[in-house]
């Protein structure tokens, strides 16, 4: 059965994927770590900085097309890499792609996948972007960077954040297993969700795509959880940066950066950009919102690298917002996931056209044409983080020493 319901923003597709994914996919996508305090800090942060109204000037012929990396973009914002997002719905990251593609807006692959690269690489009409994991095993990394090159990725993630996994309860209750293990409650619930099971029924696609088949020892799934659960790399530090630049040779995005200071260690270790996140609250339980976190960083870095942020952008207003701030793009995660669970591929473009419009309608209501105008004076002073505050605290902490 069709759904009746009247899309007008992302709450209402995240509505509608609440009913159509099964528990255990929808709360992994939809969790933080421990108390969720910097999951949630994410999106309230954003609401509440104000806007300046302005009226009476001209905001005919508006564009909010720029570049993220050197790739034009038809506006500035990119798919965010997302862990299975092919158990949110069948073939998720094809299809994902595919609409980014045709909405002309980057799209980013994460190592956790389900589809591989090679799957994406055949439906995708732009080249997309890759996220990688460090693991222990650098002969796999190697590999899979190989990988990515003969895809013709333009750019390489590499995530900083996540050489240990912050504790998501949902997570442990639900037993999160992939494929779903069969438990009495995962049957009740999977019952209910007959288009997704459909949908699964049809793919052949229903595991880490990036990795089954490409690791000795890794072909079933208990053997290729365990041997995920144990690959990442806690060891990974800022020199492990050069091999992994020099083998990819092409542009490369740091992911997971929360402090100036880390942040001029990327771009010293060779970042092009650098991403303010704390990957949607899902690791540092306790770290402050990106939005928080990111006028800081641009002032540390913003002149020589393009600075990027993810973490609770649900609307075209709070892409303006991290736009004024200083951000060069921002990553949508979640907000696309719950278009894709609500309605595949036409859902994630759905959630595109939706803060599409919203942020065009928010930058001619602030009295601008081009994205590119956008600055802090579009903001109610006193309402966002001024660029500068880690500077004081870090002269106020030295004159208490
Ligand atoms: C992986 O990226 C996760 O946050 O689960």
């Known amino acids: 059965m069709e759904s009746r319901m009247t899309i007008t ?16 996919f929808y709360d992994y996508a939809d969790s933080g770590s421990w108390t969720e305090s910097t999951y949630r800090a994410n999106e309230s942060d954003f609401a509440r900085i104000g806007l300046r109204q302005r009226v009476m000037v001209d905001m005919d012929n508006r564009s909010l097309a720029t570049r993220m990396l050197g790739e034009e973009v038809s506006m500035p914002v990119a798919l ?13 990251e094809m299809l994902a792609a595919r609409a980014a593609a045709n909405f002309g807006v980057p799209f980013t692959l994460s190592t956790m996948s389900i589809c591989s690269i090679e799957d994406v690489a055949e439906v995708s009409s732009r ?15 190697s590999r899979l960077i190989d990988r990515a090159k003969a895809a013709q990725c333009s750019a ?34 999977l019952a209910t969700k007959w288009r997704w099971c459909a949908g699964m029924m049809r793919t052949q696609r229903r595991t880490f795509g990036n990795i089954a088949g490409h690791v000795k020892d890794a072909d079933n799934l208990s053997s ?30 740091i992911k997971g950066i929360m402090e100036p200071e880390d942040a001029e260690m990327a771009v010293r270790a060779g970042a092009d950009a650098v991403i303010v996140s704390n990957h949607g609250g899902r690791q540092l339980d306790g770290a402050p919102s990106s939005i928080s976190a990111l006028p800081d960083i641009v002032s540390a870095v913003g002149s020589s690298t393009e ?40 859902g994630v473009t759905q959630t595109l056209e939706i803060i599409q419009r919203e942020l065009d309608t928010t930058l001619a209501l602030c009295g601008l044409r081009d994205i590119h105008d956008v600055n802090h004076r579009v903001l109610r002073e006193g309402t966002y983080p001024l660029a500068g505050s880690a500077s004081l605290w870090a002269s106020s902490t030295r004159s208490t020493e």
Not at 80 to 92: K, R, S
Not at 310 to 329: E, F
Request: hydrophobic residues 40%.
């Open 9 to 24: 923003c992302i709450k209402d597709l995240q509505r509608l994927a609440r009913r159509r994914v099964p528990k255990m």
């Open 307 to 346: 600075v990027h942020m993810d973490g609770g952008i649900r609307s075209g207003q709070d892409v303006l917002k991290a736009v004024a701030l200083g951000a060069k793009g921002v990553y949508i995660g979640r907000a696309f996931l719950y278009g894709l669970g609500a309605k595949g591929e036409q």
């Open 156 to 189: 390489l993630v590499l995530t900083a954040d996540l050489q240990i996994i912050g504790q998501r309860h949902k997570d442990l209750i639900n037993g999160l297993s992939v494929p779903p293990r069969p438990t009495v409650a995962t049957a009740l619930n």
């Open 224 to 253: 290729l959880s365990k041997w995920t659960a144990s690959q990442f790399d806690p060891s990974l530090s800022w020199d492990d940066i050069k091999w992994i630049k020099d083998k990819w040779g092409g542009k490369l995005i």
């Open 80 to 92: 965010a890499p997302t862990g299975l997002t092919g158990m949110q719905h069948a073939d998720g």
């Open 127 to 141: 080249p997309f972007w890759f996220q990688l994991y460090v693991m222990r095993d650098k002969d796999y990394i």
